[in-house]
């Protein structure tokens, strides 16, 4: 996934985003197949390694929740 899509965060826009945010969170569809067009790179607390953002701070990740991505702040690119 990181192959395709880099450290940037879809969420925030700025790099160093070392976790995978599911765009269909996997709480609403734990069936979903593990797809890497369906992830993208964003900052987050993943268990042993905290990830958050070195530029705004956020843990973006945990920030969205369940959110639709759309419903978050909008990202400095476009995919
Ligand atoms: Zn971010
Ligand atoms: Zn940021």
Redesign the pocket.
Known sequence: MFAIYGHT?H???????YTADHLTPVALDAEQPINPHDMRPA?GSGGNHPN???????Y?NQERGTKPVDAMFTPAIEW
């Open positions: 965060c969420l925030c826009g700025h790099g160093g985003a900052h958050p953002c070195p530029t705004c701070g956020r973006c």
